[in-house]
Structures are given as structure tokens and as C-alpha cells.
């Protein structure tokens, strides 16, 4: 059985899990750096991710996240999980584990639609279109060579797979759909 980890520091880590477990892994949360150790995969949830970013250094978690994905530890960043996985936030200088060559701007969809929901089409997830919640999410401005484009909101990168990362703006984890989570459990993690 796969071993995920999943951060717990702030935001629905509860709802990955449930997610996780529904797909037929197993979970364990994660907030110091030996509850890394033996881990498969691990998920970086929503939240806020200047938080997040002091809370992973607060927490020592920062440099052994960075060395276990640098090694080839699959992980799966969902909405402030996605802004820390890459390597550039736009007009900011914030510090994140740097993963994915892709470039993110963050609360990209104005105040108007702070949150809402769409159904995409996401590849690799089937015919039937996601349903997808947006809560202050980013969007991926830009991706470099490697990084694959698996869904897009009208001209905007919404979802993206580099390897053994994958990363969404919205929340998987707060729908029944459980096909992102698969999707990484079975075509990114193995
Ligand atoms: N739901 C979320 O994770 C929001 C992300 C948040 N707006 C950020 O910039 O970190």
C-alpha cells in the first residue's frame, strides 16, 4: 500500500487524506521532519502560502522537503501547494521549495471572483469534464520546457505535470471527484 504524506501545518489537510484513503493509500500527517522518513509521495495542500513558507522553516521542514523531491519524491501541490512548488512567484521575491519550472502569479482572479467554481476538462482525468473550486488561487503565468499543460481556465494554466510533480489551483480535495487524486496515486507517484 502507498504511503502519502500530507502537510499539515494549515488548510484541508483532513479533506487529502480522506481523498487519499478513498483511492486506497495510506496517510500520515506531516509537521516534523522524521515524519518524512519511509514516505512514497506527499501532498502540499492549500492555504497561505507566505505562511506556509515561514511555517516549513519554522517547522525545519523547508530543506528536507527540497532534498526528498530533489531525490525523485512525487508530490502533489493543490492552490498556496502549487505557489510552493515553483520556482518563480511573479513580482515576488518569496521564498518556496522551487521544484517546477513554471512561474506563478498569486490571487490572479481579482476581487470580483475571489472564489468560484467551473467544470474543466483535464487531461488525463477522462471525458467527463472536473469539477474544480477556485479559492484565491493562482495561475501558472509560465511554463518552461518539461513542464506539461493538463488543464486550462479560458487562457489561463490551471494544472501541470513536471515529472514526478503535479500541482492545481483549485481543490480537488473539497469535491467527491476523486480522479486528481488517482491520476497522481496511479500516473504520477508509481
Ligand atoms: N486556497 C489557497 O490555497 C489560496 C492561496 C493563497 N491565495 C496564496 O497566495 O497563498
Redesign the pocket.
Known amino acids: 500500500m502507498m504511503q502519502i504524506g500530507v502537510l499539515a501545518l494549515q488548510?484541508a489537510f483532513r479533506e487529502h487524506q480522506w481523498s487519499l484513503e478513498k483511492c486506497g493509500a495510506s496517510t500520515r500527517q506531516v509537521r516534523k521532519p522524521e515524519e518524512l522518513e519511509g514516505l512514497d509521495a506527499l501532498v502540499i495542500p492549500?492555504?497561505?502560502?507566505?505562511t506556509?513558507g515561514k511555517l516549513l522553516k519554522d517547522f525545519n521542514l523547508m530543506e528536507p522537503i527540497k532534498k526528498l523531491a530533489g531525490e525523485g519524491m512525487p508530490v502533489f501541490g493543490?492552490?498556496?501547494?502549487l505557489?510552493m512548488l515553483a520556482k518563480q512567484i511573479r513580482n515576488s521575491q518569496q521564498e518556496t521549495l522551487a521544484m517546477m519550472d513554471i512561474e506563478v502569479e498569486?490571487?490572479a482572479y481579482g476581487r470580483q471572483v475571489d472564489s468560484f467554481e467551473t467544470d474543466l476538462s483535464v487531461e488525463g482525468l477522462g471525458a467527463e469534464p472536473f469539477r474544480a473550486v477556485f479559492?484565491?488561487?493562482?495561475y501558472i503565468t509560465r511554463v518552461n520546457d518539461g513542464v506539461e499543460v493538463l488543464a486550462r481556465y479560458g487562457d489561463k494554466i490551471v494544472c501541470a505535470r513536471q515529472g514526478r510533480f503535479l500541482v492545481a489551483a483549485f481543490?480537488p480535495e473539497l469535491t467527491d471527484d476523486l480522479r486528481m487524486h488517482r491520476y497522481f496515486i496511479e500516473n504520477v507517484a508509481k
Not at 46 to 50: A, L
Not at 78 to 81: I, N, S, V, W, Y
Not at 135 to 138: K, L
Open positions: 488548510g492549500g492555504g497561505e502560502s507566505t506556509m493543490t492552490c498556496a501547494g505557489i498569486r490571487n479559492i484565491r488561487a493562482p481543490h
